[in-house]
């Protein structure tokens, strides 16, 4: 919304200036956007008269030129087209900022010629967007004059940030109303004549609606204007319209703009004559209608849609635009201009299913002062009085009764609410100068709420606009009170999880990133995602169309970003949402990562070593770990998910629920992303980790033996598809007192070995509790292991 | 006889030390002690002898031998120690290495500076006595806006800018969330009004607004809170966001300005601005100079919101807020633009993260050390 100083004043008695308006502007919720004071801004430009024009002589497009400011003369290179010998131009003295351009103008040369100053562009001086040419001020202009003595540049303007539920400050007068409430000023009477007018409307209002839609118009009134002259406006309006870009047309059109902007009424201006019938209906559109609109461009009506018709059919939409056939134009002597009320809602609907935006939609949406139609019918007329001649008809309207809103307050909800003390007197006086109505003065008012501010509709409301013409400042400052003097923890156990997850991935050499949550159709296909119902109707970008089913996707596109700026190793990490289906339980978080390039680089001491499947399973397992595992609970699978290498991946689960997936990106994929090298990944559903009902604080007692261990070596010749893990297991559980580790320390195939078959070789740790074991002991203990794997995976020991 | 005897020991003595300050090796060393003190060894042959003699005299020389013996050994150990020492030395040098070598790079990860600002917030919230909760980022146009007060035509719904999914069996229709405020309704839901006193809840999280240029990602992050009792006033609200801004950006004084604003969900509301200098570079400091920047929405919760859950208004009453946790970020730690959160630029992320073993906490203090 944006008006000017001058028009707040016709409606504000004020002797504040600007800036203290400016500043009590965003306490009362008008958030002030911009304050633009041209005349601030350029009083350095003066007038000036071009004295002689020389094309220049090393170039083409530019000319040499004398100004006068009728004490000394000056030297510009110009390249305006229309510059010419005897026209009054802007000039602008070196040393001169032009905000235009955001410039302080030096003493330059150009092209060899010598240039001392700039004759300005309206887009320069900031008026407009034109820069075709030079501003060419009327050739009597007085020279050497500031420019804002001789252009009417001396109103400053404001724009301020409406909120929604405010369609009341929509126009100058309700802004001046709120003002005045602060202590501001005194709110003008709105002056004009009231002219009753002493013939009938030759056009009348018809309704059909059913009875149940009535209330899509609860009020409609209208009058007639013959004779009337629609001249181009007189210079104040079409300034005030300009000021606040609205661009003026024709005076019958511009009035109707101006009451706008001025009182924040829309109203619709046809041209009697072009009027077929003798009637306008309001009725609901039929599925397949059409309507030609004022801004030329044509609309597909769908059912229901609320519009005004003459006897050649729709021609208005209604509260959001006029029709072009029956608009008024220059030659228009007869006019019919409507007010209406229409439901906020059902303008609303139309207007976006059209996606057609106005300015009278989108006051109509925000809601209309109820009353308006009434008073606008007399203020209209008396300018168009004024402005086109003329005469004006009697009033004609339709119109539901409509209760006055009143809302029971006690006043000390303001206190209990907000915890603002205020005198009941206080309090009565801001909300009458709002234009609310208090009519009994008890524990409990009545308060009638004013007919243009249809937001208000409870206490809370009330208590706001008393706290807000008071002053938030008022408000008191109050802490929270302490409920346990040591707050609790904050997290719940899963976001801790999270938290330490994060925290041991960077520890291990990861970085956190974070990614959108969505990705396109091949992509989520790809990692088995990308259903209907994870599907935006109204995706921002092709790229960004569905829910991620895992974040490795969008990792991935995240690592080829940073290939692509030449990074060759790289480790990312995010904790986030992965989507399964559109509920909310479909939705859990996952930590995933991916490694790719050196996990050593090459350097005076190693050569280098990428990363493999066995750097990601440490770290799946160093995170598991933090997170509370047991590892020995994890049972490794190998049936990975498909956009895993089939062969160099593994699935680790507790029990039924899956835990991690964690591998080689599957080379397709790799190969559709455009990387060159094998990339590690794992995704961790650390919300599927078990939680002990009863989470246990104090540790089991340490046991440690004072005895010396005993390590031994064993190199078994078993299966080649065999899991190495499940040779470790075994030997472990053929003593599970005693023996405390077994080490996988060397795997081998080859030479030596038949074919089918592999070598590992173990080495154990064996913990005497009690008492220093025997050679005997010692002898049965590993008897004992050699005979399990023998029994249990056919291996026997490797002949040396 | 044993005077001549003594003499000889001292002779010996002289000679044996004399060998021994000589010698020029540990062999060298270890001969002369086998010489001397070995079994078969000068000194060792006088123990031998002292059968010889009476028991008076016994004494006697076996306490000159013995002192002897115990001079030559330590004198044997002393020089020991000497070459080990000299030993070491020369290994030592030769040990040296080139110390202005770098090691290779054993790199450390960063954490987002998004996370850091979450845990920041929680921090300070948890001291305030509020607890963490998440909800969905995929969402039913009824939490997302008709329970918070925004039915389907309302004004406010067009500058959300929605992304839209498909309904469901039922037809309603799933959003993704615009805002974190439909947690609040999810939560006010679960409230157990029988033994009801009070809420205070902090609802970080993802959200989603169609919209996509320099100053907006059709994905960011906002936190919500919520404080909801018996006598909660807006006074409260003021307290707790004011002291909120105050330990974030860690300026005591910092200058909170509330000012009177709408959301459909909030009556009266109130948006936030924060004391601000806009410097010459267009950087900002934060807490001197004349210019207030926005950073909250706040106001206390619409009576037609409680009622939608069922929660009586005229018995409880409370605040909510909500606010950008991007631009928090940004202007806490300086960070120019908002697209390279969501690039994972390894540059940016090693720039801006934060090294993983700083945990934000009120005792350590919140101001982020840079990775």
């Known amino acids: 919304m944006k008006f000017t100083w001058h028009w707040l004043l016709d409606h504000l008695q004020t002797d504040k200036n600007i800036n203290e308006i400016v500043e009590v502007l965003p306490k009362l919720g008008l958030e002030v956007a911009s304050v633009k004071n ?3 801004d350029l009083k350095e430009f003066v007038t000036v008269k071009v004295i002689d024009v020389k094309k220049h002589p090393n170039a083409d497009k530019l000319n040499v030129c004398k100004v006068f400011d009728g004490n000394r003369s000056f030297n510009v290179v110009c390249g305006a087209p229309n510059v010419k010998s005897g026209m009054i131009g802007v000039f602008a003295n070196v040393e001169t900022y032009v905000p235009g351009i955001d410039l302080i103008l030096k003493k330059t040369k150009i092209r060899g010629e010598s240039s001392e100053g700039m004759l300005c562009s309206e887009k320069e001086l900031t008026l407009s967007d ?15 004059v500031p420019i804002v003595n001789v252009m009417d540049l001396a109103d400053p303007t404001i724009e301020i940030e409406i909120t929604p539920n405010r369609g009341d400050c929509l126009g100058v007068r309700g802004i001046a109303r709120d003002l005045a409430a602060a202590g501001m000023g005194a709110l003008k009477d709105l002056e004009f004549e009231e002219i009753d007018g002493d013939f009938d409307s030759i056009i009348n209002w018809k309704i059909d609606l059913d009875e149940d839609k009535k209330n899509l118009c609860p009020k409609i009134f209208g009058r007639s204007f013959h004779n009337v002259v629609n001249v181009e406006s007189p210079s104040w309006l ?20 101006y009451i706008m902007i001025d009182i924040g009424r829309p109203l619709h201006a046809y041209d009697a004559d072009k009027i077929v019938g003798d009637s306008l209906t309001i009725k609901q559109s039929k599925q397949g209608d059409k309507f030609s609109a004022l801004n030329g461009q044509k609309y597909d009506l769908d059912e229901g849609m609320l519009v005004i018709s003459d006897g050649h059919g729709i021609d208005d939409l209604a509260g959001i635009m006029g029709g072009e056939r029956t608009g008024v134009k220059e030659d228009t002597t007869k006019m019919f201009l409507e007010a209406a009320i229409f439901d906020p809602i059902s303008i609303a609907n139309t207007g976006r299913r059209l996606n057609l935006n106005s300015d009278a939609r989108y006051r109509f949406e925000r809601g209309l002062d109820y009353d308006s139609p009434d008073l606008v019918m007399h203020y209209a007329a008396s300018l168009v009085k004024k402005i086109c001649g003329g005469t004006c008809s009697k009033i004609v309207k339709l119109e539901l009764g409509k209760q006055k809103k009143i809302i029971n307050f006690t006043p000390t909800s303001t206190y209990k609410l907000t915890g603002v003390e205020i005198e009941s007197e206080l309090s009565k006086s801001i909300l009458e100068k709002l234009g609310f109505k208090i009519t009994n003065n008890n524990d409990v008012w009545d308060v009638i709420v004013p007919s243009w501010r249809p937001d208000i509709d409870g ?14 400042d008022h408000i008191p400052s109050i802490k929270l009170p302490r409920k346990n003097y040591i707050a609790k923890p904050a997290m719940n156990i899963k976001q801790r999880q999270s938290s330490i997850a994060s925290r041991t991935l960077a520890t291990r050499g990861y970085s956190e990133a974070i990614t959108f949550s969505f990705l396109n159709e091949v992509m989520a296909k790809q990692f088995n995602g990308g259903i209907e119902q994870l599907a935006l109707v109204n995706p921002i970008s092709s790229e960004l169309t569905h829910m991620r089913p895992s974040i490795l996707p969008t990792l991935l596109l995240a690592a080829q970003k940073n290939i692509n700026v030449g990074s ?22 996952s930590v995933t990562g991916l490694r790719l390039g050196n996990k050593i680089k090459r350097d005076w001491r190693s050569s280098s070593r990428d990363f493999d499947f066995y750097d990601i399973k440490l770290d799946v397992l160093k995170t598991l770990e933090a997170l509370g595992i047991n590892i020995s609970s994890l049972q490794t699978y190998e049936d990975t998910p498909s956009y895993f290498h089939p062969g160099r991946s593994a699935v680790l689960k507790i029990g039924q629920k899956l835990i991690a997936n964690l591998g080689e990106i599957h080379p397709e994929i790799l190969d559709f992303y455009g990387f060159e090298k094998s990339i590690l990944g794992f995704e961790i559903f650390y919300e599927n980790i078990p939680i002990p009902k009863k989470i246990k604080v ?24 065999t899991p190495a893990e499940k040779l470790a297991q075994i030997a472990r559980s053929s003593n599970k007192d005693l023996i405390k580790d077994v080490l996988i320390f060397d795997v081998y195939k080859g030479k030596n070995i038949p074919d089918g078959k592999k070598s590992i070789a173990i080495k154990v740790t064996i913990q005497p509790l009690t008492e220093t074991l025997t050679d005997d002991d010692l002898e049965k203990i590993s008897a004992d292991l050699i005979n399990l794997i023998g029994t249990k995976l056919s291996g026997s020991l490797r002949s040396q | 006889m044993i005077s001549e005897l003594r003499d000889k020991l001292l002779n010996l003595s002289d000679e044996i030390s004399t060998s021994i300050s000589q010698s020029n090796s540990l062999n060298d060393l270890e001969e002369i002690r086998v010489n001397s003190l070995g079994k078969k060894g000068l000194i060792t042959s006088y123990l031998k002898n002292l059968r010889e003699y009476d028991e008076v005299s016994k004494r006697e020389i076996g306490a000159l031998v013995n002192d002897l013996k115990n001079k030559i050994n330590n004198l044997i150990i002393e020089k020991k120690d000497f070459f080990k020492t000299q030993i070491l030395n020369e290994k030592l040098i030769t040990e040296k290495i080139d110390v202005t070598l770098t090691p290779h790079e054993n790199n450390t990860g960063t954490l987002h500076p998004l996370s850091r600002t979450i845990e920041e917030l929680c921090a300070i919230f948890a001291d305030m006595g509020f607890s963490i909760v998440e909800g969905p980022d995929i969402e039913t146009d009824y939490y997302n806006f008709t329970a918070l007060n925004i039915p389907l035509e309302h004004p406010a719904r067009q500058e959300h800018d929605t992304f839209y999914l498909q309904p469901d069996e039922n037809g309603n229709r799933k959003v993704l969330r615009t805002h974190t405020s439909p947690v609040q309704i999810r939560t006010m839901e679960k409230i157990n009004l029988e033994n009801f006193d009070e809420i205070r809840y902090i609802i970080p999280g993802r959200t989603y607004r169609s919209d996509h240029d320099a100053t907006h990602s059709p994905m960011f992050h906002q936190c919500e809170g919520l404080v909801l009792g018996k006598n909660i006033n807006m006074g409260h609200l003021k307290g707790c966001l004011i002291d909120f801004c105050r330990t974030y950006f860690n300026v005591e004084d910092l200058p909170v300005r509330f000012r009177p604003s709408y959301f459909p969900f909030t009556e009266p509301s109130a948006e936030v601005d924060i004391g601000c200098k806009k410097e010459k570079d267009g950087s900002l400091s934060i807490g001197s100079g004349e210019d207030w920047l926005e950073i909250l929405g706040s106001g206390m919760v619409h009576p037609r919101v409680l009622e939608g859950v069922g929660i009586d208004p005229s018995k409880y009453q409370g605040f909510a807020f909500g606010m950008g946790l991007e ?19 390894l540059r940016w992320l090693k720039h801006y993260g934060f090294i993983p ?10 101001n982020g050390v840079l990775s």
């Open chain 1, 38 to 40: 041209l005349a601030d």
């Open chain 1, 130 to 144: 034109n820069h075709e040419g030079i501003i060419e001020l009327p050739e009597t202009s007085e020279i050497g």
């Open chain 1, 238 to 257: 079409k300034n005030r319209l300009l000021a606040v870009d609205q661009r003026p047309i024709s005076s019958l059109v511009d009035i109707t703009n």
């Open chain 1, 459 to 472: 206490i809370a409301d009330i208590v706001e606009e008393i706290i807000r013409i008071n002053g938030y």
């Open chain 1, 568 to 589: 060759d190793s790289l480790s990312l990490f995010e904790v986030g949402p992965i989507f399964l289906g559109d509920k909310p339980d479909e939705q859990t978080s």
């Open chain 1, 698 to 721: 104090s540790r089991p007692m340490l046991k440690v033996s004072p005895l010396q261990s005993v390590t031994r070596e064993f190199a078994f010749v078993i299966n080649e598809t």
């Open chain 2, 327 to 345: 631009r928090l970020t940004m202007l806490k730690y300086g960070i120019p633009d908002l697209r390279p959160f969501y690039d994972s630029d």
């Open chain 2, 357 to 366: 073993v700083d945990n934000p906490s009120l005792h350590s203090g919140l």
